[in-house]
């Protein structure tokens, strides 16, 4: 079966301090730094080694991975395998670009966010240029709140053309029709972001072909439920594969709403779910039709 997996292990220190972040700025010690090092190696063998299934691999850290080797080294490795059909992760871009040259560009991916204040302009934007240069699949991003608005405009105009540019809705910001249109002209599926999703009762892929997996190998259907499916390692996790309606009340985060079966955007993301990459740019605003709060 074709199989996604969400890994989020322990590493949580970050380069950058963004001051909306929720996350910010941490300082692993060596030995927490050491434990994320072990439990990715492991993943990462045992992605390599199963045959049961076509896995798909999006990385999750809450803090930057590829300034660390073993996530460049993971991402490079995996890549290279024929049963991995995609492996991509979220990052600031942060890291040097030239160890991609030894990944497969048909299957590694990156997912990446411009923090204006953390990084020169010019240096990140030089970063998206090299990354294109490579043949390297990328969506880059940014959060929408109003200090971020002239930057998007001008990275819209400055990024390659094919790349799309997705516009995330600050948390807890609330957007008076007048601020949504201006980020809905730059990223025509803002709209999606700008509230949260209903998902109670909701049919979701997670928990059936989409699993969330932490550095001891605990399986859980996402990010969002704690509740646990049973282990990777040991197969346990295999018996409670299923359909499962969704038991929160609401989906806020891209990462867990574009699974709910209720949203178009495995149609609008065929091919780069895990890397936000659409097929084709979108020249419209794209509108959720069902499953959204009038609350933001």
């Known amino acids: 079966m074709d ?3 969400l890994y989020r292990g322990p590493l949580s220190s970050c380069d950058y301090d963004c001051p909306y ?3 910010a700025k941490r300082r692993d010690s060596t030995a927490q730094l050491r434990a994320d ?3 990715l190696e492991r993943f990462s063998a045992w992605a390599h080694e199963q045959r049961q299934d076509r896995l798909s691999v999006l990385f999750t850290p809450w803090g930057e991975g590829l300034v660390r080797s073993w996530y460049r080294r993971a991402l490079v490795e995996l890549s290279n395998q024929p049963h991995i059909q995609r492996v991509a992760i979220q990052t600031n871009l942060s890291c040097r670009t030239d160890w991609l040259r030894e990944a497969d560009p048909d299957t590694v991916a990156l997912w990446c966010t411009y923090h204006p204040g953390q990084t020169p302009y010019e240096r990140f934007l030089a970063k998206t240029h090299a990354l294109a240069g490579l043949g390297i699949r990328f969506s880059v991003g940014i959060v929408g709140v109003p200090d971020h608005l002239e930057h998007t405009r001008r990275l819209r105009t400055e990024l390659p053309r094919h790349v799309y540019l997705w516009v995330n809705a600050a948390e807890g910001h609330t957007y008076t029709d007048a601020e949504a249109a201006e980020w809905t ?3 025509p599926l803002f709209p999606f972001s700008r509230h949260p999703h209903r998902s109670a009762g909701m049919p979701c892929r997670t928990g059936e072909s989409v699993l969330s997996v932490d550095g001891e190998g605990t399986v859980r259907r996402c990010h969002f439920v704690r509740t646990e499916l049973g282990n990777l390692y040991d197969g346990s996790y295999r018996a409670a594969l299923g359909p499962r309606p969704c038991p929160k009340a609401l989906c ?9 079966e209720t949203l178009p955007l495995y149609d609008v ?8 990459v659409p097929p084709t740019l979108p020249d419209r605003p794209l509108l959720p039709l069902i499953s959204t709060t009038g609350h933001g």
């Open 3 to 5: 199989l996604t997996l």
């Open 21 to 23: 972040c929720p996350f």
């Open 37 to 39: 090092r072990a439990a």
């Open 185 to 187: 002209g730059l990223d």
């Open 252 to 260: 806020d985060c891209h990462i867990g709403y574009v699974h709910l």
């Open 269 to 276: 993301f065929a091919g780069g779910i895990l890397e936000r």
